[in-house]
């Protein structure tokens, strides 16, 4: 699960280079503010797309998907098992 945390701070970390560099770098055919917003807008679309498809890759390397799923098993069984056994104190 670290890994999944350094990824997590690497995305922001990508995220504000890029809102931070994109105003500050110089426009190399000298257009106007609009066209640098709209480079800026791809970029982090682009950003965002590489980490959802890192996100599930990692998700399913790591098997947190089979996990999660095994876990909410156990926890409807468990629920199950508590209410027989208050069915069964109620009884006596």
Same mark, same amino acid.
């Given at each position: %699960? %670290? =890994? !999944?945390?350094?990824?997590?701070?690497?995305?922001?970390?990508?995220?504000? #280079?890029?809102?931070? !560099? #994109?105003?500050?770098? @110089?426009? @190399?055919?000298? $257009? #106007?503010?609009? #066209?640098? *917003?709209?480079? +800026?807008?791809?970029?982090?679309? /682009?950003? /965002?797309? /590489?980490?959802? *498809?890192? =996100?599930?890759? %990692?998700?399913?390397?790591? &098997?947190v998907n089979l %996990?999660?799923? &095994?876990?909410?098993?156990?926890? &409807?069984? !468990?629920? +199950?098992?508590?209410?027989?056994?208050e069915k $069964?104190?109620?009884? &006596?």
């Open positions: %699960m %670290m =890994r !999944l945390n350094r990824i997590y701070k690497l995305f922001f970390f990508g995220i504000i #280079s890029i809102l931070f !560099l #994109s105003g500050m770098a @110089p426009n @190399p055919n000298g $257009g #106007s503010a609009g #066209s640098t *917003i709209i480079s +800026t807008i791809i970029a982090l679309v /682009v950003l /965002v797309l /590489v980490f959802l *498809i890192l =996100r599930e890759f %990692m998700c399913w390397y790591w &098997k %996990m999660l799923s &095994k876990f909410d098993n156990m926890v &409807k069984l !468990l629920e +199950t098992l508590v209410r027989q056994n $069964g104190y109620q009884q &006596k």
